[in-house]
């Protein structure tokens, strides 16, 4: 999820005036008891902050100037960051409690602030109708919800149909399971020309392997951090299996592999015609279809016993728990998935709206790029598992595991020495982490 910085002139231009402009009709509007800002003076400036590409942030700015034109009580102050430094900048700001009133919040990070007690409690806000139960639920954190779903997000399998289809192969299956992915890796090689393969070499991928392991009824590696579950047996199977796909070529050598860059035109495993698979998430198989238009097709992770893959949200906004104009960011936060005029400006920019009725404004004027993310998320539906993201305190574990594995492919070291490693320092990484909470 790197992304590069950028220019900050537009912040300090809009950091220096008020986003505020004189009240005028608008499409969405707030039931007449829904006033932001009361009990405050009459009046709030909301601070809020956010990671993102450009498009978003014109985005989220065009949405903040709509709801001071509809609440002409409500001003805004904005920041706007890349991924490196949103995540600097919060963790300063969380030490010195000091956080924006409101927040943008990835999965990946959001219990590590829930924990700290930086983040307040929104399950008061009223989403009936808006925001599927189950999903609500799902996300809810020792029983309280921290942060307001903006998107749907999931894990699924893309794949080259048209390369597929020309060497006769059959086609990935919805629902396929973990044994059919490994035989179309073998039927693929046999059929394709010399230098290509159905799937690529993934064992020294922590987090595929992992949902193997949960596929297959064994839960997750690694939860809340404080626990490391790796099931012997399990690593073992899957990774031996891998081993008998290196000997007999069916997937690419490692040369190969070191070499491939995601979403580069040239060096993405699928887009440069190497792999014919590879997974992708509902928010990044629409630059796969933009590399290689007309030619992507989607279908579920494979399965296991338990599912296969995830399907949850990943992006919300979140209210800290030291604003003082709570109630205010509360309204605000439920506006900007419910107000038909704020999801027109707002688009895919955070990916597919979690409110059903803004996605269905906005379906026909969809690009086939935005429309295949919606059909990915349609095939990992029904066999998804809950997301289970690095942990905070897990990030040396997480780099070490592939160099682990590396060292085995090199023939370096054995399989049963890359366990014991990756076992040990597991649970070093649990014990460090348990001992600070």
């Known amino acids: 999820m790197k992304r590069k910085r950028i220019g900050m002139q537009a912040l300090f231009a809009l950091s220096a005036v008020s986003l505020a402009v004189s009240a005028c009709s608008g499409g969405g509007t707030a039931e007449p008891d ?22 978003r942030h014109q985005a989220t700015l065009k949405a903040l100037e709509l709801y001071t034109q509809q609440h002409p009580q409500v001003t805004f102050k904005p920041e706007y960051l890349a991924w490196e430094g949103y995540w600097n900048k919060l963790t300063t700001l969380a030490a010195s409690k000091t956080m924006t009133d409101i927040l943008q919040m990835d999965a990946a990070y959001i219990q590590d602030y829930a924990s700290r007690g930086t983040l307040e409690d929104l399950s008061d806000i009223d989403l009936s109708g808006v925001v599927d139960p189950k999903i609500l639920e799902n996300l809810k954190i020792g029983g309280k919800l921290y942060g307001i779903p903006l998107s749907h997000n999931g894990q699924g399998f893309a794949f080259n149909k048209t390369d597929l289809e020309a060497a006769g192969i059959a086609l990935p299956k919805q629902g396929w399971t973990w044994d059919e992915y490994f035989q179309f890796a073998r039927d693929a090689r046999a059929k394709l020309p010399e ?52 000997e007999e070529k069916v997937v690419p050598p490692i040369e190969v592999s ?36 007309g030619k992507v097709g989607v279908v579920s992770y494979p399965v ?7 399907a949850q949200s990943t992006i919300f906004l979140s209210v800290s728990a030291n604003s003082k ?21 707002l688009g895919l920019t955070r990916g597919i709206p979690i409110n059903e009725a803004i996605y269905k404004e906005l ?18 539906l029904p066999h998804a598992l809950p997301f289970y993201p690095v942990p905070t305190g897990w990030s040396e574990w997480a780099q070490a595991y592939p160099n682990e594995m590396d060292a085995v492919v090199y023939g370096q070291q054995s399989l049963e020495d890359a366990f014991k490693k990756i076992e040990a320092s597991g649970k ?3 014990a460090k982490v348990a001992g600070r909470k």
Not at 215 to 241: C, E, V
Not at 264 to 274: F, I, L, N, R, V
Not at 304 to 310: A, H, I, L, R, Y
């Open 34 to 55: 829904d006033k932001p800002g009361e009990g405050s003076g009459g009046g709030s400036q909301l601070s809020i902050m956010w990671w993102g590409p450009d498009a």
């Open 325 to 345: 104009n709570k109630e205010a960011a509360k309204q605000f936060v439920k506006w900007f998935i419910t107000d038909k005029e704020a999801g027109k400006t």
């Open 195 to 246: 230098g290509k393969y159905g799937i690529a070499d993934s064992s020294g991928d922590w987090n595929f392997y992992q949902y193997y392991q949960i596929a297959m009824g064994k839960g997750p590696m690694l939860t809340d951090g404080t626990t490391f579950n790796l099931d012997r047996d399990t690593w073992f199977q899957f990774q031996n299996i891998y081993k008998q796909l290196r």
């Open 428 to 430: 070093a990484a649990a």
């Open 363 to 380: 379906e026909p004027a969809l690009e086939p790029k935005d429309k295949i993310a919606k059909e990915l998320l349609e095939q990992a």
């Open 304 to 310: 296991g016993p338990t599912g296969g893959g995830w």
């Open 258 to 293: 070191k070499a491939f860059v995601e979403n580069d035109p040239k060096g993405d495993p699928m887009a440069s015609g190497t792999v014919m698979t590879r997974g992708a998430t509902v928010g990044s198989v629409s630059v796969l279809e933009q590399l290689m238009p």
